[in-house]
């Protein structure tokens, strides 16, 4: 079979310096509308593989992660309370969704404990959950970090999930948050 490789290059050579400029352009259109086709309806590739690991099945979005050595919503609770506003860690960490973007996806929070959560962006807007994952576990890949979080931001995040007028209007001061910019989740089946 190894022998067959070299000939079968050969003859690749060959076939291709035969392809005429006009077929090489056709093929390239063709490529070209295969990757259009492959975006969502929003333009963004939403990046998602099933894996599976042990017992458990995965979704993959964005860069592939896996489970190894993700710290437990606990543990990651206690680095973000050594944390001040403007540092910032790459870690990896295992939680509870609490609740996600009602719009498209773009945002969730994760679960740190009964008092305390962590706001979970999309690096780039790279990729996007799905809207139906809330109270499933996910493991989360990234960069942590502490933020102030603007009345305006506060206001424009209770709005994409759902909550009501009375509730936008409740919202007075800037609040620190514990955030965290994701290039990589697994969600756990």
């Known amino acids: 079979m190894l022998r067959s490789i070299p000939n079968f290059l050969t003859f690749a050579v060959i076939t291709l310096n035969k392809v005429k400029m006009k077929n090489l352009i056709k093929f390239c259109a063709v490529v070209l509308l295969v990757f259009i086709g492959c975006k969502n309806e929003k333009g963004i ?5 099933e894996v599976r690991l042990e017992k458990h ?3 993959s979005f964005g860069v592939k ?5 993700a710290l437990n919503s606990d543990e990651m609770l206690t680095m973000f309370n050594a944390m001040k506003a403007g540092d910032t860690i790459n870690v990896k960490f295992a939680s509870r969704v609490k609740e996600v973007c009602s719009k498209k996806g773009c945002w969730m929070k ?3 404990d009964d008092n305390s959560e962590a ?3 999309f690096k780039d807007y790279g990729f996007f959950m799905p809207k139906n994952i ?3 576990e996910v493991i989360v890949h990234g960069k942590a970090f502490v933020a102030e979080v603007s009345i305006e931001d506060q206001r424009h995040y209770a709005e994409d999930a759902g909550k009501s007028k009375e509730a936008l ?6 609040e620190k948050t514990l955030s965290f910019e994701a290039d990589g989740v697994l969600l756990i089946e």
Do not use: G, P, Y
């Open 57 to 59: 099945s995965f979704d």
């Open 134 to 136: 809330a109270n499933k």
């Open 45 to 49: 590739k939403n990046i998602k593989q």
């Open 110 to 112: 994760l679960s740190l």
């Open 119 to 121: 706001m979970v962006r």
């Open 169 to 174: 209007i409740a919202i007075i001061e800037v």
């Open 65 to 69: 992660i896996t489970k190894d050595a």
